[in-house]
């Protein structure tokens, strides 16, 4: 996909969250954002998600604009697969149902179609045994696997992951990153926030390293790895990399 932001801004209250954020990336399939904590990467996934509206700025996907009325939004909302660290699932509904509502409400189809694609795509994450449970009887990463499923099933443009394992365990952590990783080997393409520095490593082709609301640096993930530039990035590697 493409990605381009023009001097994106964004503020709450006094605190200038995105400060005058632009990148132009012709060609990016697995981008990954790392950076400390508070940095904006989370506001940055949520406004090129179109669930947050940025004070001035532009996105651009593929070469359209986004725009941030209503219904732009709505529509903008629809055709990405999103994936946040707690696993907002409905609680109250079934696994099944939860990846049945947005393809019955947002796409379009019918109930026996949506049933069907929903039984398809839990199969194919092995969830078939679960259904017809509810988060609360769901692991942390069965729960993931179920919002990564329900991501999937509307056919994305792309996906966006923020932090997707935060909360899991690490045997969990890896089956997560597997299913990323895969998706990723599909053609996918994706948008990452993730604090696991190995796996962005492997994973990602582009890497964003993001702190108090600017782009400190962007590059090849492998270049930014093996050579981080700034003084801001090399010390992030030193206090992440330590233990
Ligand atoms: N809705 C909001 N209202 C007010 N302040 C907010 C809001 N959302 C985020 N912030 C503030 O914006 C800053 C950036 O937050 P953001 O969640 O984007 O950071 P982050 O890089 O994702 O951090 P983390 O690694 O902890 O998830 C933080 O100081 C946060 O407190
Ligand atoms: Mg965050």
Do not use: W
């Not at 966006?160 to 895969?182: C, H, K, N, Q, Y």
């Not at 604090?195 to 930014?224: K, N």
């Amino acid at each position: 996909m493409q990605l381009r932001l023009t001097n994106l801004t964004k503020t709450f209250g006094q605190h200038r969250v995105l400060d005058d954020i632009s990148i132009d990336l012709p060609e990016v399939h697995a981008l990954v954002v790392i950076g400390p904590s508070g940095g904006g990467k989370t506001t940055l996934l949520r406004t090129i998600a179109g669930l947050e509206r940025p004070d001035s700025g532009e996105v651009f996907i593929n070469g359209e604009m986004l725009h941030f009325d209503e219904v732009s939004l709505l529509r903008h909302r629809r055709s990405i697969g999103t994936v946040f660290q707690s696993f907002n699932l409905f609680p109250h509904l079934t696994a099944l149902e939860n990846v049945i509502l947005p393809l019955e409400q947002a796409q379009g189809y019918g109930h026996y179609q949506a049933l069907e694609a929903a039984q398809a795509i839990l199969k194919r994450f092995q969830l078939e045994e679960h259904a017809d449970k509810k988060p609360a009887q769901l692991s942390g990463g069965q729960q993931q696997r179920v919002a990564i499923a329900r991501a999937i099933s509307i056919k994305p443009r792309f996906l966006l992951f923020d932090e997707p394992t935060s909360a899991l365990d690490p045997e969990m952590t890896s089956e997560v990153l597997d299913i990323i990783g895969e998706l990723r080997d599909e053609g996918r393409d994706l948008l990452l926030v993730t604090h696991h520095m190995g796996f962005a490593r492997t994973a990602a082709d582009h890497c964003l390293f993001v702190a108090e609301g600017r782009i400190v640096e962007s590059g090849p993930v492998e270049r930014l790895f093996a050579e981080p530039l700034s003084r801001e990035l090399n010390h992030f590697f030193g206090r992440v990399m330590r233990y």
